[in-house]
């Protein structure tokens, strides 16, 4: 799984330097695509046709100049589609910036990360944001003027009518909101929702879910969350919180968690939580990445701590499922790629969900890893304004 996923996401980045290349320069040749992106032909012309039957660009033998060498057919030309110019994509993370610029199909002509200590000061990171955003629209071209919106993911909840983040969670950005604020700096309509909500958009849309329309994406990282896409769109609920399944009650008499109630499925599985859990054991001091490795080397303490709190989101994952009878559930955020975590909350669903309901499941790891968020977050600005 992990080679696979390795490769889809380096075919998904040469995709992203053709559509980067015919936007910065137009339509090309395939021949000129080759020199210009030093992939190699085949490759070239496999990408290009798979972007053709997406429909993300078509091929024209109109360019508009004389085609050098005289004499022949002038090539076919492949040109991008992209109507009514470009969207961004903001994700706010608690220690990184990441900024997208995608054509109205969605399709990613320009991606940066940047480090930067989010949480202590909101206003800072709106401004790299949005500093970002217009060196994006440089890189491939786009006048500041063809911006038609941007989405954006932001790192704590967000109150459905205030669109203020909950105080409490972040000190630097009490007071803000954070929409508001991007818009200001943007001079366009400013979309944001939470990472989970956007997970679930970039798998539906780009990912593991594609086709589906029934679908609940779980993120097991810094917390434990879902979002759930019912019919094809997004359910957010009466007051936008639809998916906290971190906050299923596993235990009565569990540790308080920080929503104010005790035994919280939260309490017992994150990212910190496992960690936590394992420390105690290892001399180094352990990090996500570490423990992916140490389960990958087969340490056996390291598998059994991802397979029981994979088992414990199975438990309650299979109570959802029993509901809401979902095609897909995708496993995402930085322990998304556990093969332990997954296996645990395979066995889980199977024994705990009714056999029909388990039957029509499907469970995958999320194949957009931590860009799943800048991808949900230019959806969401695509939806959004093709309401
Ligand atoms: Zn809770």
Redesign the pocket.
């Known amino acids: 799984m992990p080679h696979s996923s390795s490769l889809e996401r380096l075919r998904d980045g040469n995709r992203r330097a053709i559509t980067a290349l015919l936007a910065v320069e137009g339509p090309m040749s395939r021949a000129n695509l080759v020199r210009g992106s030093g992939l190699s032909r085949t490759t070239v012309s496999s990408l290009v046709g798979e972007l053709i039957a997406a429909g993300h660009v078509v091929e024209t033998s109109d360019r508009g100049r004389p085609h050098k060498g005289g004499s022949g057919r002038p090539p076919l030309l492949v040109a991008l589609v992209s109507p009514g110019g470009g969207v961004a994509g903001v994700d706010i993370g608690h220690r990184h910036v990441r900024v997208a610029v995608a054509d109205r199909r969605g399709v990613v002509l320009t991606e940066q990360s940047e480090a930067v200590d989010v949480d202590e000061d909101g206003v800072a990171a709106l401004d790299r944001a949005a500093r970002m955003v217009r060196q994006g629209l440089q890189a491939v071209g786009l006048p500041a003027s063809d911006l038609a919106a941007a989405g954006m993911c932001v790192p704590a909840p967000l109150d459905r009518r205030s669109a203020r983040v909950r105080t409490g969670i972040l000190p630097g950005w009490r007071e803000i909101s954070p929409a508001e604020e991007l818009h200001r700096r943007l001079g366009v309509p400013v979309f944001a929702d939470n990472d989970a909500n956007l997970g679930a958009l970039a798998e539906l849309g780009h990912g593991a879910a594609r086709g589906a329309s029934d679908v609940v994406y779980v993120k097991v990282a810094s917390g434990l969350g879902a979002g759930i896409v019912l019919g094809g769109r997004l359910h957010r609920g009466a007051s936008g919180i639809a998916g906290?399944l971190?906050?299923v009650?596993v235990g009565e008499d569990g540790q308080v968690?920080?929503?104010?109630?005790r035994g919280?499925?939260?309490?017992l599985v994150s990212a910190p939580r496992l960690l936590a859990l394992l420390q105690p054991a290892y001399d180094e001091e352990l990090s996500v990445e570490r423990v992916l490795e140490l389960e990958q080397s087969g340490d056996a303490g390291v598998r059994r701590v991802l397979s029981d709190g994979g088992r414990a989101v199975g438990r309650a994952l299979a109570d959802l499922c029993n509901s809401l009878n979902p095609e897909v559930v995708v496993v995402g955020g930085s322990l998304g790629a556990s093969a332990s975590l997954h296996d645990g909350i395979r066995s889980s669903v199977e024994r705990y969900a009714q056999p029909d309901t388990a039957a029509v499941l499907r469970i995958v790891p999320g194949e957009l890893g931590d860009r799943a968020e800048v991808v949900g977050a230019v959806s969401l600005a695509i939806a959004r304004i093709s309401v």
């Open positions: 906290e971190g906050h009650q968690c920080r929503c104010g109630n919280c499925l939260e309490t």
